[in-house]
């Protein structure tokens, strides 16, 4: 009986140990015009591209982060703002959201985003940009074309897991390539 006891409380501290001391959570915020608020000063500051007129929507903030989306011309721009100043812009060619997924243990360590652009035959096509959030500088990491991988999501996710421990060099194409991973990647080259 006392061996068997022992067997189990093995067995039960084993699998203790197995087990993930936490798993990456998700939060959401939402982009959109019911979400967003259009800021007409800084709307009328931006320098009108063409025959369009700027619009930038200030949108629900996460964790220290302001969002912004901006039109102007052919190019969407959803901003990532820090407290510190800095910011990031991840460019679309048609629109962005409905929502942004925050993803992290206490904190959140990445963001997705979905990115909204038109295929070939004119038809909506989305991809989905992960974006690293660290303290020093936050910075694209991987572009997952929605279209070309069934699993896109958990793409998405897997990236954003793994980003605290992704380089800010260079974003990567995840998954299979497809045109509007593509085309979202080459507008966000630096």
Not at 125 to 144: E, G, R
Request: hydrophobic content about 40%; glycine content about 6%.
């Amino acid at each position: 009986m006392r061996m068997r006891f022992c067997v189990l409380a093995l067995l039960a501290t084993a699998a203790l140990h197995a087990q993930p001391s936490s798993a990456a959570e998700s939060r959401y915020t939402n982009l959109g015009n019911t979400s967003c608020k259009l800021d007409q000063e800084a709307s009328r500051q931006i320098k009108p591209h063409e025959d369009f007129k700027p619009l930038l929507y200030r949108c629900s903030g996460f964790a220290e982060r302001e969002v912004s989306v901006t039109y102007h011309g052919l190019v969407v721009r959803t901003t990532l703002a820090r407290k510190d100043g800095k910011s990031l812009d991840v460019l679309t060619p048609y629109d962005a959201g409905p929502r942004i997924e925050w993803r992290g243990e206490r904190a959140p360590t990445a963001a997705i985003l979905r990115l909204s652009a038109r295929d070939e035959d004119g038809r909506p096509a989305s991809a989905l940009a992960v974006v690293k959030l660290a303290p020093d500088q936050d910075c694209l990491v991987a572009v997952i074309d929605v279209k070309a991988n069934r699993n896109a999501n958990e793409l998405a996710r897997e990236a954003a897991d793994a980003a605290p421990s992704t380089s800010c060099n260079a974003p990567r194409l995840t998954g299979a390539a497809g045109p509007t991973g593509l085309e979202i990647m080459g507008l966000n080259k630096r």
